[in-house]
């Protein structure tokens, strides 16, 4: 079911980290990896999908040669790939750790330590999941991923509602193993519809298997 489903598709994937410049030599960044995006494309193009990655920095390289990848820095240059991309796409995926915020004034020379306290302005991002929600016709599938340290399935199920996902996969930073930096992640589903799945701590690459095989049989 799971390979006849995603056979084909056109599905847009973000992963890891954005950078967003303060100086020539210094950014606003987080910890993410880009291993369970990467993970979720190398499991679709095994499938058969076509996989638009559209990757902040990371230490990773692609394995499948037919993935297409889009390697992006900054929060503004993934909106814009994703929002070209997406109008074609069946499903979007969207798993980077995408910075909230980015330097109001990028300084061309190297901010020099003259100062006691230093402060620096910062305005929204644009959310990526939000737009992509938003715009999605009704043939269309957008997921969402949360990553959470509090009050996991509230902030989810806000996420799912106010994003217009059709589901969020929600990972908890209190669960031992998963979220940034490990190769294991404990996961659970929530569709638009109010059903949760719950899975046990597995490697990335098994979890992606699990999110698609949720997707095609419930979202399909
Ligand atoms: N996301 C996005 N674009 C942004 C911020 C987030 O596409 N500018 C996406 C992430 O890729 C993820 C989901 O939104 O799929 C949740 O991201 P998260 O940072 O947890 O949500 P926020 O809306 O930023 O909520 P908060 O930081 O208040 O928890």
Redo the contacts with the bound molecule.
Sequence with gaps: MIAEYFKSKKIVI?AGPTYEKIDPVRFIGNYSTGKMGYAIAEELAKLGSEVHLVSGPTALKVQNPSIKLYPVES?LQMYDACVNLFPDCDIAI?????A?YRPKYYQDVKIKKNEEDLMIHLVK?????SALGHAKKSNQIVI????ETHNELE?AMD?LQR?QADAIVLNSLNDPGAGFKHSTNKISIILKKGTIFEFPLKEKTEVAIDILNCIAENLA
């Design positions: 973000t929060a969207m798993s980077a750790a995408v909230d991002n644009p959310d990526i999941l969402g991923f949360a990553l902030h996420k994003k």
